[in-house]
């Protein structure tokens, strides 16, 4: 069965410190990798997927087989990523479900 | 994208009775899963469901404790039946519209049972 890892439970930095949030998966196939995030009092929203290759707010993620991590980071922290992470994997198709990592606390302090 | 409502926003039951949550979309999706977040853990998910078929259920969830009815492509409910306080919990709906397609999630059901 597939897992994910979230090694941090809370990763606090300062505003302009780079940050990484780490994300460890266990799959043997080509799995789908999101970052989801929640930020205080709203709903959980995708945030990014491996596929689209984009970067949303400065962050970026790249997945990486060898290694099978999909580590965030962003060059320089602001307050407003203040927020819950989450790492989730899909595997087999469209409307498969996610498997979730405990999340990560991002605490970005002045 | 989809817009998912869901009810009740937060519930306080006694011990031994049951709750329905229920989840409606924007727009008509294939599957619905429902998850559940303890105090402190992350989302595990219960099942999915699937419109006019038996819902399916992950390892642990029993459909005698959790029944799920989807009568139609924008709705769901889920049931959490003969509470106890460790049911006490965020339950969340979620789907996914299309390939390769993010999940979008309810403002999920704070449960607390007492």
């Known amino acids: 069965a597939q897992r994910v890892t979230q090694p941090e439970k809370l990763l606090s930095v300062f505003k302009g410190a780079p940050v990484e949030l780490k994300c460890n998966y266990s799959y043997s196939g080509s799995p789908e990798l999101f970052w989801y995030v929640q930020y205080s009092r709203q709903r959980l929203q995708l945030l990014l997927r491996?596929?689209s290759r984009e970067s949303i707010k400065g962050f970026t993620a790249d997945l990486n087989k060898g290694e099978t991590s999909f580590h965030l980071k962003k060059p320089f922290a602001q307050e407003e990523d203040s927020a819950m992470y989450y790492c989730a994997l899909s595997v087999g198709g469209t409307a498969s479900k996610l498997t979730f990592g405990t999340g990560t606390r991002l605490q970005v302090t002045l | 994208s989809a817009v998912i409502s869901q009810k009740p926003s937060r519930d306080i039951c006694q011990r031994g009775t049951s709750l329905t949550i229920q989840c409606q979309v924007d727009?008509?999706?294939?599957?619905m899963f429902w998850y559940r977040q303890q105090p402190g853990q992350s989302l595990t998910l219960i099942a999915t469901a699937n419109q006019g078929s038996e819902a399916t259920y992950e390892s642990g969830f029993v459909i005698d404790k959790f029944p799920i009815s989807r009568p139609n492509l924008t709705f769901s409910t889920l049931t959490v039946s003969n509470m106890s306080p460790e049911d006490s919990s965020i339950y969340l709906c979620s789907v996914r519209t299309g390939l390769g397609t993010e999940a979008f999630f309810g403002q999920g059901t704070r449960l607390t049972v007492v």
């Open positions: 727009s008509q999706v294939t599957m």
């Open positions: 491996h596929i």
